[in-house]
């Protein structure tokens, strides 16, 4: 008898570990999307993935490859962290700089195509994707005189992360 109802505990244990977790739901009825944290690893896999998926964009439109640039990867990188002080995104820099502004202190010798910029709590290929569905945004990205990108991000303890891409030539 304590055999069997050993057994019983032991399945009903399994079965229970089958169940799907619990979604939380939003209020528009769709589950809320769950917190995408990028490990402090992931710098240089990001960085190449979003360029690898810019550049299979623009071949498949015809367009020349982009290379990532460090220099406008670190003006990124201070135009992420500064939104996120300024706990808005913008393209102005809390000291009043602008993108070109930006690129010129890192040394950047070309000129700005353009700079894209989010706030969200999604992943890069989601931004990317919601970048390639505006027009401003996507003409920067599929720019067909931009040779060098710069991409980086900062994400807050909340999971929310300042996304920026810049393009220049």
């Known amino acids: 008898m304590i055999r069997l109802f050993s057994i019983l505990i032991a399945l009903s244990v399994a079965l229970a570990a089958c169940t799907p977790a619990p979604t939380t739901m939003g209020t528009d009825g769709k589950a809320l999307p769950k917190v995408y944290r990028i490990g402090r690893s992931d710098s240089g896999k990001l960085q190449f993935r979003m360029l690898d998926s810019v550049n299979a964009l623009r071949n498949a439109s015809g367009l020349s490859q ?4 460090a220099k406008l990867n670190a003006a990124a990188a201070t135009h992420s962290r500064d939104m996120a002080n ?42 990317l994707a919601a970048w390639m569905e505006q027009p401003d945004t996507r003409r920067i990205i599929m720019a067909s005189d931009a040779v060098n990108m710069g991409f980086s991000w900062h994400q807050e303890s909340n999971g929310k992360i300042w996304w920026t891409l810049v393009i220049g030539k």
């Open 66 to 69: 982009l290379q990532l640039d």
């Open 86 to 127: 300024q706990n808005r995104p913008w393209h102005f820099g809390s000291d009043g700089s602008s993108p070109v502004d930006r690129i010129q202190r890192v040394g950047y010798t070309g000129a700005l195509v353009g700079e894209v910029i989010s706030e969200t709590y999604e992943t890069e290929m989601e931004t």
